[in-house]
């Protein structure tokens, strides 16, 4: 390589919490070659050329924790590598993916660097590292950079490879509740919460939209026809079966009236207000490529309004509002359409934007409507003569506190009626702060699946929080979605440990899920050899609906190489760390460094609610208890290992061994649970090895104490516990 120059020699993809922090990162490893000697303010002009490109990195803090605090770094000299991962959240935030952390660490190896960067969508980080190690090379060799194309080609990827803001807007309701999430497909579909407590969403539909519902509510005709029997208003009106049929179901309605498809969605293929055989002629053809069926229906006369009801409730509703031009006297109509609608600052070609650009080569119905006035796109209007170009397509307008109760009422039935547990009311009203008998108003669609855009950006009028409803709907009250998971790492032991908790669950009445270096496990039948001690098998135990508890383990490499298979965890279980314990391919180099960067992870992970079952005896894994967020366990052989004497007189919780007996402790209290010489496995084992077996025996003990397993269960659990022939190595493997 030219060692004035920056390679890339490793990228980490780090799914799950890892030793940085406990969202998903890319994790890249630069050589910074001999650049390490040439640290920005040695540098002529880069300073000036990369304020210039991306002057937005004022507002990077950095460690000073002030705004302007990396310019400040970057005037003062910083290195390559930190550059990078500057500059690799800046153009993911200007490709609106918003990205926050970041750190840069040396390593011991001179001139390489860790750069660790948070992974929203590792497409669009890996993407932008790339583009990151390029700016900055430019910089420093002061050659041109492009930033509008690598921002364009980020934004490219981030709308091909992100959540649609329906399903975001659910996803980040659910973190706020502490709820965890995982997407399962490329698209939309996302799972809240773990085991036998998720729920799958999919846009806006959820695992309890019934598909019955669903496809009631793709029949227009069928939907009328249910909320007409029920009560509620609805436009009168029939499917036809042609152009004729159409124009004889018009005069039987009394124009004006409506043609739409029965199965159409979004508003296309919609005409309303015709009232000639020549218009409806024209709707029937237009409705008729765009469904399966035609209706002809009653106009009603106002405004199109849609309610969003979430579990029976209407949570929020936007107003349609016509596009219409005026005249100046030399503009076409189709000129005046991109100066006078187009521009509108709130109108794009994509999901950002609460209203859609009118196009009349992809919207028949507009070409429709200028026809019907007996215009073209190419008339020049006289000046002030104002021309309608577009009846819907537009509901983005907020008026959720004007809606009348009795409207939100019939909203909510209509949505019970057919059978959605989320819906969009369609209905017209002249005024929605008035019941709709009073006005001839109706309701016309209940549609599943709908957007929440229009809820979340509307062109006007307060955002309102319906993932938030969504989320409430699916975990009422205090329901996080999580089911209890086990998390143990440590460098002997894990695998024993890992096998006694899930059978103490399993005596508990739990359908475990078990991942760990013998394999996979379900509910005590394993279903795959090898190597489960992995984010893979974490992430397959947390998907399975028939599974009410998960014990994971996870090793140090794991750790480093993929992060945990899991946000967080009720129970966090570290066994030992060995002294001589390193990993130098990864730039771990002592049994220090393991702890501090490593294992610390899985104590850092326990929910504030859960608990850290930590050996005692072991320096650097009792150091640990400070980091976590809950309460502590300590597990050891003897009573008088100082640090357990400590917790214990602070009214700590202990598990060790006294009279040749394990005995549990809550502050002074102590309850004695079994003989060791109870216990066939470890009786059976060979001298050298019980210490060590003891030591797990007693880890399970204090993880089923901290789950609240009944002591009877517990003392049953290890009195009667098996291993096969290779028990003894599994204790200090």
Not at 649 to 658: L, N, S, W
Request: hydrophobic share 45%.
């Amino acid at each position: 390589m030219n060692k004035k120059s920056i390679e890339i020699i490793n990228v980490v993809s780090l799914r799950g919490p890892n030793i940085w922090t406990y969202r998903p990162v890319l994790e890249a490893w630069v050589d910074i070659g001999e650049l390490e000697a040439s640290p920005s303010n040695t540098i002529p002009g880069f300073y000036e050329r990369l304020t210039a490109w991306l002057p937005s990195l004022v507002e990077h803090r950095c460690g000073v924790g002030e705004r302007g605090g990396f310019l400040q770094r970057l005037r003062e000299g910083t290195w390559p590598a930190h550059i990078m991962e500057h500059v690799m959240i800046e153009l993911q935030n200007l490709a609106g993916v918003q990205t926050g952390f970041g750190k840069a660490r040396e390593t011991s190896t001179p001139g390489v660097y860790k750069v660790a960067v948070r992974a929203r969508y590792e497409e669009v980080s890996r993407a932008a590292l790339v583009m990151a190690r390029d700016m900055v090379m430019a910089g420093i060799e002061d050659r041109p950079f492009d930033v509008d194309d690598a921002v364009s080609r980020l934004r490219d990827i981030a709308e091909s490879v992100s959540l649609g803001p329906s399903t975001a807007c659910i996803v980040d309701a659910a973190a706020d509740r502490g709820i965890p999430s995982l997407r399962l497909n490329s698209g939309n579909l996302v799972q809240l919460g773990y085991g036998a407590r998720q729920h799958r969403i999919w846009t806006a539909e959820t695992d309890q939209t019934s598909a019955i519902a669903e496809s009631i509510s793709s029949d227009k005709d069928l939907t009328k026809s249910l909320l007409r029997s029920c009560g509620v208003p609805v436009p009168e009106g029939r499917i036809v079966s042609d152009i004729d049929d159409a124009w004889e179901a018009a005069q039987d309605i009394g124009v004006p009236v409506v043609v739409k498809p029965s199965d159409g969605n979004h508003g296309r293929g919609v005409s309303t207000n015709l009232t000639t055989r020549e218009e409806i002629e024209a709707a029937y053809r237009l409705a008729e490529e765009e469904g399966s069926e035609v209706i002809v229906e009653r106009f009603i006369p106002g405004d199109e309004h849609r309610l969003l009801v979430v579990g029976g409730k209407m949570v929020a509703a936007a107003r349609g509002e016509i596009a219409t031009v005026t005249g100046d006297g030399t503009s076409t109509i189709l000129q005046l359409i991109d100066t006078q609608i187009n521009t509108d600052p709130r109108r794009g070609t994509t999901e950002e934007f609460p209203l859609n650009l009118v196009l009349i080569d992809e919207d028949p119905a507009v070409l429709l409507e200028l026809t019907r006035q007996g215009l073209t796109p190419e008339t020049v209007l006289e000046a002030g003569r104002q021309v309608l170009v577009q009846r819907n397509g537009n509901v983005a307008f907020d008026v959720t506190p004007l809606v009348h109760p009795s409207v939100a009422a019939a909203a909510a039935l209509a949505a019970r009626i057919v059978g959605l547990d989320i819906a969009g009311v369609d209905l017209v009203a002249e005024d929605i702060s008035r019941p709709l008998d009073e006005q001839g108003g109706a309701v016309v669609e209940a549609n599943a699946g709908p957007g929440l855009l229009m809820h979340l950006k509307p062109a006007d009028g307060e955002p309102r929080p319906v993932g938030e409803a969504i989320v409430n709907h699916l975990f009422p009250g205090d329901d996080d979605g999580r089911i209890p998971v086990v998390g143990i790492t440590g460098s002997h032991g894990k695998t024993m440990v890992a096998h006694l908790v899930a059978r103490l669950l399993h005596l508990h009445g739990a359908h475990v899920g078990l991942g760990c270096s013998d394999g996979f496990f379900l509910r005590g039948r394993q279903v795959e050899r090898g190597d489960g001690a992995n984010w893979q098998t974490a992430r397959r135990i947390m998907t399975n609906r028939a599974i009410n508890a998960a014990v994971v383990e996870t090793g140090f490499r794991a750790i480093l190489a993929e992060g945990l298979g899991y946000d967080r965890c009720q129970v966090g279980v570290v066994t030992n760390i060995d002294p001589k314990a390193s990993l130098p391919d990864w730039h771990i180099d002592d049994a220090d460094q393991m702890a501090g960067k490593v294992v610390r992870t899985q104590v850092d992970v326990v929910l504030p609610d859960g608990v850290a079952v930590l050996n005692a005896a072991d320096a650097r894994v009792a150091e640990l208890a400070s980091l976590c967020d809950g309460g502590v366990i300590f597990f050891g052989l003897s009573p008088e290992i100082p640090v357990v004497a400590r917790h214990r007189k602070e009214g700590g919780r202990a598990v060790f061994v006294r009279h040749g007996g394990i005995v549990l402790a809550a502050g002074a209290a102590e309850v004695p649970l079994i003989d060791l010489a109870e216990i066939g496995a470890i009786a059976a084992a060979e001298p050298a090895h019980r210490a060590h077996m003891t030591e797990n025996m007693l880890a399970a003990v204090g993880a089923a104490w901290a789950l609240g397993i009944a002591l009877e269960l517990v003392r049953a659990g290890v009195k009667s516990v098996e291993f096969g022939v290779n028990a003894e190595a599994v204790a200090v493997a």
